[in-house]
């Protein structure tokens, strides 16, 4: 019961951070990726598909998209699945094979992926902290319900905000990251 208030709150705070690393993977930087078009859903065989489930796509150089489609019939079909979405991609292809450029980003557009990445990182320390906050809540209450004693309250309280602390870094070094991969020309 004691330590199963912190490590509840420590699965928690581990879904939070993962979440918001999901988030900020799905932020353009100037350099292509596959996974930037896992956002992309395709009207294909009557239902919503991924690209990766219709074809092969990988990433030549790191201003290009290159997808291989297992039937060359969806070609068209893919390529409007990509131009409505929200990437402002323009792709193009030559019959064979789907080419999706990556323009490079202009310095405004870099600053404004950055406020972008800084208020997802801000909402995700908001999180770990209440998490934080409902677990110190529920210390307290377990000291009051006398289920626990004053000393260890305090040591619960302690070992509480180290893995918040624990859990703030690691959304500080993933939003550095991702700042130095925007900002890179």
Excluded: C
């Amino acid at each position: 019961m004691l330590h199963a208030i912190v490590k509840d709150a420590t699965a928690k705070m581990d879904k939070s951070v993962e979440a918001f690393q999901q988030e900020l993977g799905s932020i353009r930087t100037g350099r292509a990726t596959a996974g930037l078009l896992d956002v992309v859903d395709v009207d294909a065989y009557g239902s919503r598909m991924k690209i990766n489930q219709l074809g092969t796509v990988t990433v030549p150089d790191p201003h290009l998209i290159a997808i291989d489609l297992w039937d060359k019939s969806q070609m068209h079909t893919v390529e409007k699945a990509i131009l409505a979405s929200p990437l402002g991609l323009n792709p193009s292809n030559d019959g064979k094979i789907i080419r999706v450029p990556f323009p490079p980003l202009s310095e405004e557009r870099r600053k404004d992926l950055v406020k972008v990445a800084r208020k997802l990182a801000e909402e995700a320390r908001v999180s770990v902290r209440n998490i934080r906050r409902h677990a110190v809540e529920e210390i307290k209450t377990s000291q009051k319900d006398g289920k626990i004693p004053e000393d260890d309250a305090h040591h619960l309280t302690d070992e509480t905000q180290k893995v918040t602390d624990k859990h703030i870094a690691r959304i500080d070094e993933a939003l550095a990251a991702k700042e130095a991969d925007i900002m890179e020309v």
